[in-house]
């Protein structure tokens, strides 16, 4: 399992990745600060057992922005997975 942080763009639809060593309210700076951000937490990545194809790739979502108030929507893992299946990660 990978983990890492993450915020949401406010158009709701673009995440940004990033390592938990970096703070949400730094990241966010780089994206037009706190004001475009709709929501912000943590992301696990695993895989299913006995899958061969890109439907084995498990993302959760979990936990809150502690820099930008902000917590973590359910829908976020989903364009997370369709983030990582765009760019090949897995």
């Known amino acids: 399992m990978d983990y ?15 390592p938990c060593h970096l703070t ?3 990241v966010a700076k780089g994206f037009g600060g706190p ?8 992301f696990e990545v695993g895989a299913k ?11 959760s979502v979990f936990g809150k922005s ?10 976020d893992s989903f364009f997370i997975k369709k983030l990582l299946r765009k760019q090949n990660v897995f």
């Open 4 to 18: 890492g942080k993450y915020i949401m763009l406010k158009d709701g639809y673009t995440p940004i990745l990033f």
């Open 24 to 26: 949400h309210s730094d």
């Open 35 to 42: 004001d475009s951000i709709f929501s912000a937490g943590f």
């Open 49 to 59: 057992p006995d899958k061969d194809d890109l439907d084995n790739i498990s993302v």
């Open 66 to 75: 502690v820099s930008l108030k902000l917590i973590s929507t359910p829908n």
